[in-house]
């Protein structure tokens, strides 16, 4: 799957008009095959479904039903992990995501989808070029989400061994030199145009280390600068295997990414400026449009909270009361913090960042966002 398309599942998921029939969020990691997560997923289907009121059931196993058939049938054999979003009931809704890697297995119920791990995986793998530069071929290979979308693939021109009574030694070498560094060109523009018109922001390059020290001597400014690491790699290699080493290495690049985003955002806390931190005031501020980026430490999960349908109270502590100590209307939604924030930052176009760790920002209650202006002071005291 490419990123724009789970940026399109991402909003469909995050806008789904929510009634009175559950969700089920049904995440699963297939890298010990479907077998290894099916009796976590009838145990958990089992609980989910004790937990609901009794007026949901009938829709819950409508939606369980559909999750078990899909399962039943046979995946496309690199499916390392899926999501599958099911609903029953009058409006039933239902969505299945194959992906390359493996995601967690976690399986939820809700009055909405729960994307929070969508989210991260598309925050940890977007997606990025290979280019793989022997002496004896190049190819360009396109990385989404962490599978090969795109193979461009050149070969390097033959080389004649013409050395005759025309071709002195000198000349030879000198050709092939040329010949060298007319492909090496060739190779750099061809990655542009395919980083272009990809839309990929990042390049990995792999190869032996003559060759990768030669492209990134020619490179252009505007690729060195998407440049985030150089991998060995040999023509033999196999696409999978350099696929694998590189992700490694953008994971890493990622990771640092996420981490200046977290350190931005606590001088921007330490010196008053144009940040929030804890749960109540980053909901708070993406709710109201001004959030621009959120930052969440991976380890944040701070459970279940509530509001009143009716008059919009607010609780994040509190277990759900039967009916709105402040309006009285016994309409009260339930929601998983976390899954909130993401699906509300979807909605909001703001930007999710995960940060692997950071004592600070989890000192600062595990989350926060940049924002996009100021807003009034009550939001600074809030922090949960
Ligand atoms: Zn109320």
Known sequence: MEVIELENHLRTLATLEENDSPVISCYLDLSNGLAGCRGLLSIRLLTLRKLLPQHQTEDFDQAAARIHAYLGAPLPPRTRGLALFSRGGALPFWLALEFEVALPTWISAGSSPNIYHLVELKDNYDRYAILLMTETSARIIGVNLGSVTEQLWRARPELRPRVG?????????????????????????????????????????????RMIAAVRKEMPKRLAAMLVDAVPAAATDQVNDIVSSTLLSFLEHEEMESQALAEKLITQIRTHGLAVAGTRATLEAIRVGQADILVLVKSYDPGAGWECRNCGKLELELPPPAACPACHAPHIREFDIRGELVRLAERHQVICEVVEHNDILMSLGGVGCLLRYYAPANYWSSAA
């Open 165 to 209: 009574h025309d071709w002195s030694r000198d000349h030879f070498q000198n050709h092939r030199r040329e010949r060298t560094r007319q492909f090496l060109h060739d190779q750099i523009r061809i990655l542009d145009r395919v980083v272009s018109a990809g839309g990929y922001g990042h390049i990995i390059l792999a190869g032996n280390s």
